[in-house]
């Protein structure tokens, strides 16, 4: 690898499986020193005792980035081990499949409070970190749902929306700050949880029929999201900020 993290402090919420592992990973092969948070306890925690014993420096904070309390303490957590925060990927996030028909207020306010209140929060928290340090860079998890409707996403998709509606008035508020704010929009990606739809009721059909929608005839692996986030975060893209980037196998240019 080429270090294009060396020595920056990054924290990953999400860690601990699918695209946040993915990025965890990769960041660490790539020199970066490691908050890695998640809801999961027991598997973020296994996950840094995995990097560190390949020599990486990494840190695990279980929380839930809903509660400002979690939330912070993952930001106070990188800033207490490593002396500041230079990259935050806000990868937390739920992903629930329900029409307007099937969802109930408590699923709205469920997927809301992690995908868009908890998104908020750690942006939050990690830009008046970086302000004081004199700048960083942040990388939002959006979506081909927080960029087109989908049908049977009535609940998901629009909290994508405020991701992807977050980054952009974050990258213009804060560029004089010296922080760049960027999103990823992710087609289908073989996480756990798609992994998983075969065996739910209609889940073979829905996923035959979403790797027909992508123009590539596949779907995306978590390392390929994490590659993009990469550049992102690093110095290549240093004068890119407000950008959502797909990475979706052409979804979004049919």
């Given at each position: 690898?080429?270090?294009?993290?060396?020595?920056?402090?990054?924290?990953?919420?999400?860690?601990?499986?699918?695209?946040?592992?993915?990025?965890?990973?990769?960041?660490?092969?790539?020199?970066?020193?490691?908050?890695?948070?998640?809801?999961?306890?027991?598997?973020?925690?296994?996950?840094?005792?995995?990097?560190?014993?390949?020599?990486?420096?990494?840190?695990?904070?279980?929380?839930?980035?809903?509660?400002?309390?979690?939330?912070?303490?993952?930001?106070?957590?990188?800033?207490?081990?490593?002396?500041?925060?230079?990259?935050?990927?806000?990868?937390?996030?739920?992903?629930p499949l329900h029409t307007v028909a099937e969802a109930t207020p408590e699923d709205w306010d469920a997927v809301m409070a992690v995908d868009g209140r908890g998104m908020f929060l750690t942006c939050k928290y990690a830009i008046?970190?970086?302000?004081?340090?004199?700048?960083?860079?942040?990388?939002?998890?959006?979506?081909?749902?927080?960029?087109?409707?989908?049908?049977?996403?009535?609940?998901?998709?629009?909290?994508?929306?405020?991701?992807?509606?977050?980054?952009?008035?974050?990258?213009?508020?804060?560029?004089?700050?010296?922080?760049?704010?960027?999103?990823?929009?992710?087609?289908?990606?073989?996480?756990?949880?798609?992994?998983?739809?075969?065996?739910?009721?209609?889940?073979?059909?829905?996923?035959?029929?979403?790797?027909?929608?992508?123009?590539?005839?596949?779907?995306?692996?978590?390392?390929?999201?994490?590659?993009?986030?990469?550049?992102?975060?690093?110095?290549?893209?240093?004068?890119?900020?407000?950008?959502?980037?797909?990475?979706?196998?052409?979804?979004?240019?049919?």
């Open positions: 690898m080429s270090g294009r993290l060396a020595g920056r402090a990054a924290v990953v919420t999400g860690a601990a499986r699918g695209i946040g592992r993915a990025t965890a990973e990769l960041f660490a092969d790539e020199g970066a020193r490691l908050v890695l948070t998640d809801i999961d306890g027991p598997a973020v925690e296994a996950l840094c005792t995995e990097l560190s014993a390949d020599g990486a420096e990494a840190v695990p904070v279980a929380g839930d980035v809903s509660v400002p309390a979690d939330a912070r303490a993952m930001i106070e957590t990188a800033v207490g081990s490593y002396g500041r925060i230079d990259v935050l990927v806000a990868n937390a996030g739920v992903i008046e970190r970086m302000s004081a340090a004199g700048g960083g860079s942040i990388v939002c998890l959006s979506s081909i749902s927080g960029l087109a409707g989908q049908a049977g996403q009535a609940v998901y998709g629009p909290a994508k929306f405020v991701a992807t509606g977050l980054t952009k008035h974050l990258a213009v508020e804060c560029a004089p700050q010296g922080i760049r704010v960027n999103a990823v929009a992710p087609g289908t990606i073989r996480t756990d949880r798609v992994r998983q739809l075969p065996d739910e009721p209609g889940g073979p059909e829905y996923l035959e029929a979403i790797v027909q929608q992508h123009p590539m005839g596949r779907l995306g692996e978590p390392e390929e999201v994490a590659r993009a986030i990469l550049f992102l975060a690093s110095d290549e893209a240093s004068f890119v900020t407000g950008a959502v980037l797909p990475v979706d196998g052409g979804y979004l240019a049919r």
